[in-house]
């Protein structure tokens, strides 16, 4: 997998193999939660996602960016 120099998750230093564990405090088990978690934090000037490597339990917290861009 390559990250995109320009995204989100570049943004927020978050390397390909690593899983969301939450976002701001909600556990995010599965893809359809992570969806649902981030949907609600559309227009949020902060949020605060947990990371791990795949398999692992030492999670890191990141704000990966997502205010409202200016236009």
């Known amino acids: 997998m390559k990250l995109l120099p320009q995204s989100i998750a570049a943004h927020a230093e ?4 690593m899983e969301l564990k939450s976002v701001d405090g909600i556990e995010t088990p599965d893809w ?5 978690a981030l949907v609600t934090k559309i227009g949020d000037t902060q949020t605060e996602v947990e990371i791990a490597p795949f398999g692992s339990s030492q999670k890191v917290s990141k704000d990966p960016g997502f205010a409202p861009l200016e236009l």
């Open 14 to 17: 978050i390397s390909p193999g």
């Open 32 to 36: 359809e939660s992570v969806r649902l």
